[in-house]
């Protein structure tokens, strides 16, 4: 693993993680720490690098140490969820989604399962399934209503294989008060793996990604108001 110093402009090698991970998510808690979760993990096995398909594994970074320890694992083994964590006011995170698989790395499929960790208690609690499982969508936390509630938003994604994945424009809405989903119109165009922006007056905006009719790089934007 490598750091990098903004203010040098210079990386420096540091700590390595205690597993060789793959498509995993990486995301900087409000603890210090920062935490490394699933991913499609490789394992030497006589010289040769071999995939043992997706993981629950989890571990942290503490950036006094500047080492890595075992956190809880999830619930739930998965990849290529790095889009699909976002983090809630009081310090949780929430995953959605993603791939699972075996060893044949190219058959993973899209998850509708979905967690939430609290780093004080390092512990995972499983949510209620998404509507759609989907991989590559982007998750937004938007605070709307009257009074305003915190409601995560995943937006787009893809299902489908990983060598050949198909964009989707479904919309889905966690409340967070109730632990409920529940759809929402769709969007204009299908997209995944696109990137998202919470605008200051509540506009989401969607940026780029790949889909529309032949699956193709997107120079769209599309806005979702609330």
Request: hydrophobic residues 40%; glycine residues 10%.
């Amino acid at each position: 693993c490598e750091i990098w110093n903004p203010k040098t402009g210079n990386w420096s090698v540091t700590g390595s993680m205690r597993a060789r991970r793959l498509a995993h998510g990486l995301d900087a808690l409000q603890t210090g720490d920062s935490i490394a979760t699933g991913g499609f993990e490789v394992r030497p096995i006589l010289n040769f690098p071999t995939p043992i398909g997706s993981v629950k594994t989890c571990e942290l970074y503490n950036f006094a140490t500047r080492k890595w320890s075992s956190a809880a694992s999830m619930k739930t083994a998965r990849a290529v969820h790095l889009w699909n964590n976002v983090q809630l006011r009081d310090g949780r995170m929430i995953v959605t989604g993603g791939l699972i698989s075996g060893p044949l790395i190219v058959n993973g499929t899209p998850l509708a399962a979905a967690e939430i960790y609290d780093p004080r208690a390092n512990s995972w609690t499983s949510l209620p399934n998404m509507p759609a499982a989907s991989a590559l969508h982007s998750a937004t936390v938007v605070s709307y209503g009257n009074p305003p509630l915190d409601k995560l938003i995943l937006a787009g994604g893809a299902v489908g294989l990983p060598t050949s994945p198909v964009p989707i424009d479904t919309v889905q809405e966690l409340d967070l008060a109730t632990l409920k989903w529940r759809l929402l119109p769709r969007l204009k165009t299908t997209r995944g793996g696109h990137s998202s922006v919470l605008t200051p007056n509540g506009l989401l905006l969607l940026f780029g990604g790949q889909g529309g009719l032949q699956g193709q790089s997107l120079d769209t934007v599309e806005a979702l108001r609330f």
